[in-house]
T-cell receptor, first 116, second 109 residues
């Protein structure tokens, strides 16, 4: 069972370059999420999608964009990377959030991104 | 969001039970209490969650205080593979899980 697959596992990128982080899930979950994790700050939500065709902004959306063309894929794009976007990026998915917090999230193993 | 307080770190011996505490005194009546853990160089892993009643699954047990202001994650027999950072997260309707500092569990052979 693959669950959540993220690619690449790591990347070094020059500042100013465009980069797309890929995320695919095989659990048919409606909701998907992108988080970043920085040392000492825990995980912070960047963008989310409750269902295919819809997206929403999280806590730290600036400099990032997402799309949700189908249920399985949720790519995250950095249009013009900056050094402050150096981080570990985690994709997650869950059944529909619904009206309460009864849905756990399932995470991928992350993409380590370094912007020089 | 409800604030949580967890010990920064705890130690356990292998094969012994571990009780990981969490205070969430500002929790709302509709917040579920979720526990996740993060092993080194991996993404967070869902462990267990509950609302009011104690919960058991193959990984752990969750004991929730009657007033819901605290909870305890119980690992019945710690193994070396349980060494991780454990996060207690009150969660209600909405999308964001708010990860605090968590408890770093060290397991000694």
């Amino acid at each position: 069972i693959a669950g959540i697959t993220q690619a690449p596992t790591s990347q070094i990128l020059a500042a100013g370059r465009r980069m797309t982080l890929r995320c695919t899930q095989d659990m048919r979950h409606n909701a998907m999420y992108w988080y970043r994790q920085d040392l000492g700050l825990g995980l912070r939500l960047i963008h989310y999608s409750n269902t295919a065709g819809t997206t929403g902004k999280g806590e730290v959306p600036d400099g990032y964009s997402v799309s949700r063309a189908n249920t399985d894929d949720f790519p995250l794009t950095l249009a013009s990377a900056v050094p402050s976007q150096t981080s570990v990026y985690f994709c997650a998915s869950s059944d529909s959030p619904g009206q309460d917090g009864n849905q756990p999230q399932h995470f991928g193993d992350g993409t380590r991104l370094s912007i020089l | 969001d409800a604030k949580t307080t967890q010990p920064n770190s705890m130690e356990s011996n292998e094969e012994e039970p571990v009780h990981l505490p969490c205070n969430h005194s500002t929790i709302s009546g509709t917040d579920y209490i979720h526990w996740y853990r993060q092993l080194p160089s991996q993404g967070p892993e869902y462990v267990i969650h509950g609302l009011t009643s104690n919960v058991n699954n193959r990984m752990a047990s969750l004991a929730i205080a009657e007033d819901r202001k605290s909870s305890t994650l119980i690992l019945h027999r710690a193994t070396l593979r349980d060494a991780a950072v454990y996060y207690c997260i009150p969660h209600n309707a909405g999308n964001m899980l708010t990860f605090g500092g968590g408890t770093r569990l060290m397991v000694k052979p």
